[in-house]
């Protein structure tokens, strides 16, 4: 009875290491300084980056278009970037930002911003503009 079992454990020996070495040839597992696909990198120096700053600037604009067309006193005011990261999907960027804003009031708070931007795009589409 103990030959009946030995083809079946050999199958699952040679199953497993066929699974480690195919997981090991891709990359899964092994620790790697650049994302995978569909990963959110961080941007580094988002402080001095011109072009994440007005694309934030940009975020705050849209949302006030949006929120406050009719009322011209209640609007937010732009503040600083606090994090930035950025996914490359379908040929733009998508565009992770931490915003730092003051309402009318002086009350300061953190919004969480989406922005879309495609290839040579200086503005990008504001998707979701949501408290922190």
Request: with cysteine.
């Given at each position: ?101 003051t309402y009318p009031d002086k009350t300061p708070k953190t919004f969480n911003a989406v ?18």
């Amino acid at each position: 009875m103990e030959n009946s079992t030995f083809p079946c454990s050999l199958f699952l020996l040679l199953t497993i290491l066929t699974l480690i070495s195919f997981h090991q040839v891709n990359g899964a597992g092994s620790p790697s300084p650049s994302p995978g696909p569909g990963g959110q990198p961080k941007t580094t120096h988002v402080k001095v980056n011109k072009e994440i700053e007005d694309l934030a600037k940009s975020c705050v604009d849209q949302y006030n278009t949006r929120m406050y067309s009719d009322i011209k006193t209640l609007k937010l005011v732009y503040g600083k970037v606090v994090e930035a990261a950025v996914q490359s999907v379908s040929g733009f960027n998508k565009y992770y930002l931490k915003i730092n804003v003051t309402y009318p009031d002086k009350t300061p708070k953190t919004f969480n911003a989406v922005s879309a931007v495609k290839p040579g795009g200086k503005t990008g589409e504001l998707e979701t503009f949501t408290l922190s």
